[in-house]
């Protein structure tokens, strides 16, 4: 902890709260601008601990409302306006940084309620019950295998153990050097899961991240197989907001920006970006020009 940090606690003065997951120091020595194209979780966590920093930010979005794919925005029914979001969201729990920038609204993450089981789990035990796991994979693949009834023991018997081995050593470099090449759907199969196994564990990574298991890399299937069942205790448990994403993120997120000295301005499409001396100007569809020192390109 820094000395600052520590006279801060001592004195009872409240520390700006910078992101652990960003390292660096927690203030800018001089003052400095950057600005952020896109306001979705990329852009807004960007601009939260830039701001939390002392540098001077402005968030650019080119759409009305904040959010990106997790956004929400009002539409006009007939008698009424309702909000309206792209679709359900997990807030996994194994997440930290993006929880550690929602505690910057919600110190308890109070809005987020868990949800007590995923497609994968039987539904008759609450994850919590199982706690947090040894971060071993093979103990995780034996509870994986425990709370999900559609997977036997018979049916590790009729894997091929050799095809299966690589999804147990999950490395950053030597996986991706070894699977990249090869598709999803060929190492499934090569695996000689049953039909119903293999659509509960391996699907759902394929379906929810919008890859075709033909078309997906067999390496990235391999790494989120290990970062959501096997390599995490905190596996596949995850929350979701009792509220509306603009009401329970959004709006207080550009609160807390703003509170720092940012700004975030909506339908404010970029679309060019010049470098010029000391930075970099930032021309927007409307005509008006930004210039900033750095810029932080968070785009979908
Ligand atoms: C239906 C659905 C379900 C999902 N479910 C989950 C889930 O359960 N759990 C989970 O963790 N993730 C889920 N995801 C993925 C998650 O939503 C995304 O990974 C995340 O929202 C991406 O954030 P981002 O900031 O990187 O990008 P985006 O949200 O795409 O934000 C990019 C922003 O940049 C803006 N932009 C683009 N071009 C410009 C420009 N020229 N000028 C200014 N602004 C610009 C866009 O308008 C947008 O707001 C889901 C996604 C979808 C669509």
Redo the contacts with the bound molecule.
């Keep these: 902890m820094a000395l600052s940090q520590m006279l801060g606690r001592l004195i009872g003065v409240r520390q700006r709260v910078v992101d652990p997951g960003g390292g660096g120091t927690a203030r800018v020595p001089r003052p400095v601008e950057a600005v952020v194209?896109?306001?979705?979780?990329?852009?807004m966590s960007a601009a939260v601990v830039l701001a939390e920093r002392g540098v001077a930010v402005t968030v650019?979005?080119?759409?009305p409302t904040l959010?990106?794919?997790?956004?929400a925005w009002p539409e006009a029914l007939t008698d009424d306006t309702q909000l309206i979001e792209?679709?359900?969201?997990?807030f996994?729990r194994q997440?930290y940084n993006w929880r550690a920038i929602l505690r910057r609204v919600d110190p308890g993450l109070g809005f987020l309620k868990p949800i007590p089981g995923y497609p994968i789990l039987s539904g008759q035990w609450p994850t919590e019950e199982f706690g947090r796991l040894p971060p071993a994979a093979p103990l995780n693949l034996l509870a994986l295998l425990l709370r999900s009834p559609s997977l036997r023991l018979a049916d590790l018997r009729r894997m091929d153990q050799d095809a299966a081995l690589p999804l147990l050593g999950y490395h950053p470099v030597r996986t991706y050097a070894e699977f990249d090449t090869t598709t999803a759907d060929q190492l499934l199969t090569s695996l000689k899961l049953p039909d119903r196994a293999r659509a509960m564990l391996f699907e759902v990574f394929s379906h929810?991240f919008f890859n075709r298991e033909a078309e997906m890399s067999a390496a990235e299937m391999i790494a989120q197989f290990h970062f959501y069942l096997l390599g995490n205790p905190e596996g596949l448990a995850f929350d979701c907001p009792d509220e509306d994403y603009a009401t329970a993120i959004w709006q207080p997120l550009t609160r807390h920006v703003e509170k720092h000295g940012g700004r975030v301005v909506t339908e404010?499409?970029?679309t060019r970006l010049d470098r010029e001396p000391g930075g970099w100007r930032v021309r927007t569809a409307d005509g008006s020009a930004y210039r900033a020192a750095h810029v932080v390109l968070?785009?979908?």
């Design positions: 194209v896109g306001g979705g979780i990329a852009g650019l979005e080119a759409a959010g990106g794919r997790l956004g792209h679709g359900f969201h997990a996994f997440y929810s404010a499409a970029v968070a785009v979908d």
